[in-house]
C-alpha cells in the first residue's frame, strides 16, 4: 500500500514523498480514509505507531479550502504536554510545507501576547495544551465556535495527569457537529466514558507498536547502595563501561535529583543535558534539540520525558531512581529499542526499591536479570578528578536547585506546593491519578547479552561506548588525556540551564 491510495491532496503527497517515507504505517493506511471523509476516529496507538502523520496528513488535505477568522481556529489539537504540542507543530511545518497555513502553538511557558497576536491573526491550526487555552477562553482572546475538528491526542495521558475535566470543558465549548480525532495507547473506563460522550460514532481503530521495539530491549537491574553517592559512582560506571551506548536517556523520579544528578555527570566531565518540568520552555526545547541531534549523548531526565517523545533512536535507557509506578517503567524504557532497533534498559536499585521491582516484573511478566559483579565499591576515577564528595546531596545553587531545595525532595507532581502555585493556574505540573493505571505492556525482551566490567576499574579514558567527555574546560585534568578517537560532539561543552 502506498499513500498515493489514501485520498490525500497532491501538494500532501509531495511532503510526504520529499520526507523519504513510501508506505504509510497501519494506524496512517486505516485512519487517514475515514479521516477524510469526515467520520469521528478512536484510535488506539501509542507514540511510534505513525499517529501523530494520521491526524496531520489529513487535516492538511482538508485545510486546503477555507480560511481562518480572526481569533476562532479552524481546528484544534489538544496534547498533555508542551513538549508534545511542538512536535505536532514540526510536523505541520514539515508536511504543510507549499501551504499557507496558520499553525499556532497556546503552550504554558510562552508569553501571553505573543501568543494573542497570532490568535488575532486568525489560525487555521491551533495546537495547544489544556490549562493555556483554558486561560485564553477565559480571558475572551479566543472563541472555539469556528473549530471544525477536533484532535485528542494521547488522551489517557491527559488522564494521569488530571486534564479530563479540562478537556470536557473544551469539548463543550465547540461545536456539536464537529470532527472528533481521539487517541490513547490505553483505554481505562475514564477514558471510554469520555469517548462515549464526545464522539459520534466514531471509527475505532487499533495498532500496536511492533513486537520488535519492545523485544529488542535488554533490561537489567543492578543494586546499589542508598547514599546518594552510591548510585552516583555507579552510574558513571555504567556509562563508561556499557557497551555499544550511543546515547542515553537517565531518569530521576524527582526534578531536584535531575538538577543535582545533572550537575555532578557534568562535574564529571560527561556531555550531559536536563530535562525537567520546572526547566523554562526554551531550556527544555534546547536540551531536547541537542540530544535529538546527537550533539549531547546523554540525557538526564523526569517522567515529563517518559512520554510520547519522539527521540528515534536511544541506545539505552538507566533508571537512576526506580519508577514508583510500574507503567512509568514501561514508558520510560520504550524510549528505547525504537523502530526494531537493539536498546538496554538498565535500573539502578537500592533495598527501599524491591517493592516497586517486584510490581514492575509482574506488569511485564518477566524477571528483570540481575547484573551481577558490579556492587559498589571503589572506583578509580583519577582520569575524572572531581571527588564524589562534592557531589554529595546539597542545597542546588541553580535556579530551579534553590526553590526546590527548600521543600526537599518532590516528586514531579502538582503537590510541590508553593511552587506549583507560582505557575499559570492552568499550567501546573498535572496530577497523576491515586494509584496509576496498568500501560500497555509492553513484552519484556528476552535478556540479551550484557557484559558487565571486568574486575579491574574502567579505564582512565573512556571511548565511545562508554560515552564519557573529557573534562569540563573550568577543571583542568590530573593529565593530559588523548582524547583523538573521541567524536566531535563528545568534546563540544554544552551548558543547560537547569
Ligand atoms: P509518532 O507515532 O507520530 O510519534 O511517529 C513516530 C515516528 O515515525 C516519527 O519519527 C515519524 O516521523 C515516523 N513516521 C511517521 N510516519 C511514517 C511512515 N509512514 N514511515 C516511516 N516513518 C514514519
Known amino acids: 500500500m502506498s499513500f498515493t491510495h489514501l485520498g490525500l491532496s497532491d501538494k500532501v503527497l509531495a511532503a510526504v514523498a520529499a520526507t523519504g517515507y513510501t508506505t504509510p504505517t497501519p494506524i496512517q493506511e486505516q485512519a487517514i480514509p475515514h ?53 505536532v507543530k514540526e510536523q505541520f511545518d514539515k508536511y504543510g510545507v507549499g501551504q499557507k497555513l496558520n499553525v499556532a502553538l497556546l503552550i504554558g511557558g510562552v508569553s501571553f501576547g505573543d501568543q494573542d497576536t497570532k490568535l488575532t491573526r486568525g489560525v487555521d491550526v491551533l495546537i495547544a495544551t489544556p490549562g493555556r487555552l483554558l486561560d485564553h477562553t477565559e480571558r475572551g482572546g479566543l472563541l472555539l465556535t469556528g473549530v471544525e475538528l477536533l484532535v485528542i491526542d494521547e488522551a489517557d495521558r491527559m488522564l494521569d495527569m488530571g486534564f479530563i ?3 470536557e470543558r473544551i469539548c463543550k465549548m465547540i461545536p ?28 475505532k481503530i487499533e495498532v500496536s507498536r511492533p513486537a520488535t521495539t519492545a523485544v529488542g530491549v535488554a533490561q537489567f537491574q543492578v543494586s546499589v547502595g542508598r547514599e546518594p553517592h552510591d548510585k552516583r559512582d555507579m552510574l558513571r560506571r555504567l556509562l563508561r563501561d556499557a557497551k555499544d551506548l550511543q546515547n542515553a536517556i537517565i531518569f530521576c523520579n524527582r526534578k531536584r535529583e535531575v538538577a543535582l544528578l545533572y550537575k555532578s555527570l ?20 534546547a536540551a531536547l534539540d541537542q540530544f535529538r541531534k546527537g550533539e549531547i549523548p546523554l540525557l538526564v531526565a523526569s517522567d515529563v520525558a517518559a512520554r510520547g517523545l519522539d527521540i528515534p533512536s536511544t541506545s539505552h535507557v538507566f533508571n537512576f531512581d526506580v519508577p514508583h509506578h510500574a507503567d512509568d517503567y514501561v514508558h520510560r524504557i520504550g524510549r528505547t529499542g525504537r523502530a526494531g532497533r537493539a536498546g538496554t534498559a538498565i535500573s539502578l536499585v537500592t533495598s527501599l526499591d524491591q517493592k516497586s521491582m517486584v510490581a514492575i516484573e509482574k506488569l511485564i511478566g518477566q524477571s528483570i536479570p ?26 542546588s545553587r541553580g535556579r ?56 579491574p576499574p574502567p579505564s582512565r579514558t573512556p571511548s565511545i561506548g562508554r560515552a564519557a567527555a573529557p573534562k569540563a574546560p573550568q577543571e583542568p585534568a590530573s593529565e593530559p588525556a588523548d582524547h583523538s578517537h573521541l567524536p566531535a560532539f563528545l568534546l563540544r561543552p554544552v551548558r543547560v540551564r537547569v
Not at 476516529?41 to 477555507?66: D, H
Not at 525532595?409 to 494509584?435: F, L, N, T, V
Open 176 to 203: 456539536f457537529t464537529r470532527q472528533t480525532l481521539f487517541f490513547t495507547a490505553t483505554m481505562p473506563p475514564e477514558i471510554r466514558r469520555i469517548t462515549e460522550t464526545f464522539l459520534h460514532n466514531p471509527e
Open 266 to 285: 557534568q562535574k564529571h566531565g560527561f556531555s550531559v543535558g536536563a530535562l525537567h518540568g520546572d526547566m523554562d520552555q526554551s531550556a527544555r526545547t
Open 400 to 455: 530551579h536547585g534553590s526553590r526546590e531545595g527548600s521543600r526537599g525532595a518532590s516528586r514531579e507532581s502538582p503537590r510541590d506546593g508553593a511552587q506549583e502555585a507560582r505557575k499559570p493556574r492552568r499550567e501546573r505540573e498535572p496530577r497523576r491519578a491515586a494509584g496509576g493505571r496498568n500501560a500497555n505492556p509492553q513484552p519484556a525482551a528476552p535478556a540479551a547479552e550484557f557484559t558487565p566490567p571486568s574486575a
Open 35 to 87: 479521516v477524510l471523509a469526515r467520520r469521528d476516529v478512536l484510535g488506539i496507538a501509542q507514540t511510534g505507531t505513525g499517529k501523530t502523520a494520521a491526524f496531520v496528513l489529513p487535516m492538511l488535505t482538508i485545510l486546503e479550502k477555507g480560511r481562518a477568522r480572526a481569533r476562532m481556529p479552524r481546528t484544534l489539537i489538544l496534547e498533555p504536554t508542551r513538549e508534545l504540542a511542538a512536535q
Open 165 to 167: 475535566p479540562d478537556i
Open 370 to 395: 540481575q547484573v551481577e559483579g558490579l556492587e559498589a565499591g571503589p572506583i578509580d576515577e583519577s582520569a575524572t578528578p572531581a571527588s564524589t564528595e562534592t557531589e554529595r546531596p546539597r542545597q
